[in-house]
């Protein structure tokens, strides 16, 4: 089945990105989240798997910055670059005694929720001058400004 394209301005894609879970949601789920087009989540959550992927609640997973300084310090202790897979392992690590049980579950992609936030959270570290965008592809790296966010939490 072909599907039509759509085109939106700027201000509507920002707000589709806003309300989009990261490597989750796509602009048609968000639209058919809101537009009230999906069945209630709120279902029988007896079958595991399904129970596993239902939409996180608020307070249901450690806070997305919670991970920014577990990052940047876990690329010190790498030197300050490594490969993307190498920091999230270390970033676990890191964290593994704040996570909820919700975080260890997957999401509906499939992927350990934990992760997916850590991996999202590098995009916004990147967007705040903290990690550097031109890096290799699959490496992570800290900027000078990075460096001294690091630094300057220690303690």
């Known amino acids: 089945m072909q599907m039509p394209t759509i085109r939106v301005d700027d201000e509507v894609y920002e707000w589709l990105k806003s309300r989009a879970e990261p490597f989750v949601d796509t602009p048609n789920s968000v639209l058919r989240r809101f537009s009230g087009l999906d069945p209630d989540e709120e279902q029988d959550e007896t079958d595991e798997p399904e129970a596993e992927a239902a939409r996180a609640r608020p307070g249901e997973l450690l806070d997305r910055r919670e991970y920014d300084l577990p990052i940047l310090k876990a690329l010190v202790g790498l030197g300050g670059s490594a490969p993307a897979q190498v920091v999230v392992d270390d970033v676990g690590e890191i ?24 991996m999202w959270r590098r995009y916004q570290l990147v967007n705040a001058g903290l990690l550097r965008a031109d890096s290799a592809r699959g490496v992570w790296e800290l900027t000078a400004a990075g460096w001294e966010a690091a630094q300057q939490d220690s303690g």
Request: charge should be positive.
């Open 95 to 118: 964290v593994l005694d704040r996570l909820t049980e919700k975080d260890l579950t997957r999401n509906k992609s499939g992927v350990v929720r934990w992760r997916n936030r850590v």
